[in-house]
């Protein structure tokens, strides 16, 4: 029986695979998108203790859940695995990368070259900022905060649907074919939105590429690439125990574990990590890739500090997870390296977690008083506290490569020292404005956890400086493409999803 063959196959379903296959779907071409999660509706991610016991990825164990944690030397990462990779778990905003650190960060690109690009995944994202400030205790103390130490901020833009009023129903067509629900308001952006809320792009530009004749197939884990006959051969493992209670459309008619198709293009979407090792573990079918592959991590500057103890009440769960943005730019900075600082709230449970921290005094003191009520004490360790989110211009030095067939990393964060300092300074700063502590979990020499991994596969002018020219093509390998984060040369500065999109539309455009 011969090999299925496309156009286009795109490997990945996050920013950068979902943009390319709309785009290439809608310009008529054939398109495969094969993603290695599971489709994730609204009401289907995990909440409970059970439910998260399962919601890590692991295949080894049999669990193909959400969230992928990777531990490295000197940083660990979470990234995502499922049908719209990161966006399932990002934070909703969509903030532009800084036109005056594009040359300093080895953008090959002139700034006004993804302007329009920018526009687009604007409208396809449905970006807007949060219109309810009066709601969230959280966002105004943000914003009190910088005004009184001084510091620029905003409410910046954010793909959710508000409406009118929160959890308010409403219809689109989409690939779950379900109904959504404006936001309610419930802080559980970055753990998966029950209820359709969040603008994701399996609702956005997967919708729209299966509207256009894309095909997609779910639990399909691309392995290898080789040319053969003049075409390149997608290799992937089914994780076929994965596949029950899915539509037939979003996976693979064939439930056979291992399968293979043909494609005269292929384009790598799997995340900083995925498209990394990837091509370094087909790197002998591949002998024609830059030397340079695997070099120029970045964290994105990723720094997750606690505001604790403030003169009133933050009420963390209450609004989306960011709402709220403090930026410092380079010239303001006491390393030269810009950074961000926004609100980065939680679940109702997390505060729930906080207040075991003052539960055992609390439950003294009902005791002695015979008071029940005084159980909740004063509440202040989980209500008059908040997550803030860091991120900005780390130095891009890390080196990404294979121990067997197991990536690992090599961050030498030395470098980046003077910019972690920096933003943890200007933190305490906010927090003194609100009576709080700014503080570390773990401490000063906690490890670093970035959310945003980016570069590996770096794009420059030269074959010489990167893997990929300034259009996504990967030197040495005609038909080869990769859109996503590891194409950046260095860090975004910013919430990185909106920079991802924008290159994936202009890849998109030169591919049609």
Not at 90 to 114: C, H, I, S, W
Not at 194 to 201: C, E
Not at 291 to 298: A, D, E, I, N
Not at 399 to 416: C, I, N
């Amino acid at each position: 029986m011969p090999a299925e063959r496309f156009d286009v196959v795109v490997v990945g379903s996050g920013f950068g695979g979902s943009v390319v296959a709309c785009r290439l779907a809608q310009a008529g071409a054939s398109v495969l998108v094969l993603e290695r999660g599971r489709p994730w509706p609204p009401g289907a991610f995990p909440r409970t203790p059970r439910q998260w016991r399962g919601a890590f990825w692991a295949p080894s164990q049999g669990r193909y859940g959400l969230f992928e944690y990777h531990r490295f030397s000197g940083l660990d990462s979470v990234t995502a695995s499922g049908l719209g990779g990161g966006s399932l778990i990002y934070a909703n905003v969509m903030l532009r990368k800084d036109p005056a650190t594009f040359a300093a960060d080895g953008m090959p690109l002139e700034p006004g070259e993804l302007d329009g690009h920018y526009d687009t995944v604007a409208a396809m994202q449905h970006a807007q900022r949060y219109p309810w400030e009066d709601r969230t205790p959280k966002t105004r103390a943000l914003l009190d905060a910088a005004r009184l130490a001084g510091l620029q901020a905003e409410r910046p833009p954010l793909a959710v649907a508000f409406g009118d009023r929160p959890g308010e129903p409403f219809q689109d067509d989409n690939l779950h074919g379900v109904a959504r629900e404006t936001c309610r308001l419930c802080g559980a952006c970055d753990v998966g939105c029950q209820y359709g809320a969040k603008h994701t792009v399996d609702f956005t530009y997967l919708s729209a590429a299966v509207d256009a004749g894309a095909r997609i197939r779910t639990c399909c884990e691309v392995h290898a690439l080789d040319r053969e006959d003049g075409a390149w051969r997608v290799r992937y493992r089914q994780h076929v125990s994965a596949r029950d209670g899915h539509p037939d459309h979003l996976l693979d008619p064939v439930a056979e574990p291992e399968r293979d198709v043909r494609a005269d293009r292929v384009v790598l979407a799997a995340g900083t990590f995925g498209s990394t090792g990837l091509l370094l573990r087909n790197r002998a079918a591949l002998p024609s890739l830059s030397r340079r592959l695997g070099r120029g991590f970045s964290g994105n500057g990723d720094l997750l500090l606690f505001l604790r103890k403030a003169d009133r009440y933050l009420d963390p769960a209450t609004g989306p997870v960011i709402t709220a943005s403090v930026h410092v730019p380079d010239a303001e900075s006491a390393s030269g390296r810009g950074f961000l600082i926004q609100d980065a709230g939680a679940p109702a449970f997390s505060e729930w977690l906080w207040h075991g921290v003052e539960l055992p005094g609390d439950l003294w003191r009902a005791l002695l008083r015979r008071a029940p009520g005084e159980i909740f004490g004063t509440s202040r360790a989980s209500a008059a506290m908040m997550p803030l989110l860091g991120m900005g211009r780390d130095v891009p030095g890390g080196r990404m490569e294979l121990r067997g067939d197991r990536l690992v990393l090599r961050w030498p964060g030395a470098a980046s020292r003077p910019y972690f300092e920096a933003l943890e300074d200007t933190a305490r700063r906010l927090g003194a404005t609100l009576g709080a502590r700014v503080v570390r979990v773990g401490g000063p020499f906690a490890r670093l956890v970035s959310a945003h991994p980016l570069g590996g596969c770096a794009m420059a002018d030269r074959a010489e400086d990167g893997v990929v020219d300034p259009f996504g093509r990967v030197y040495g390998c005609e038909g080869l493409y990769v859109s996503d984060g590891s194409i950046l040369p260095g860090p975004v500065g910013v919430n990185p999803s909106m920079t991802i999109a924008a290159l994936a539309e202009r890849i998109a455009e030169g591919m049609r």
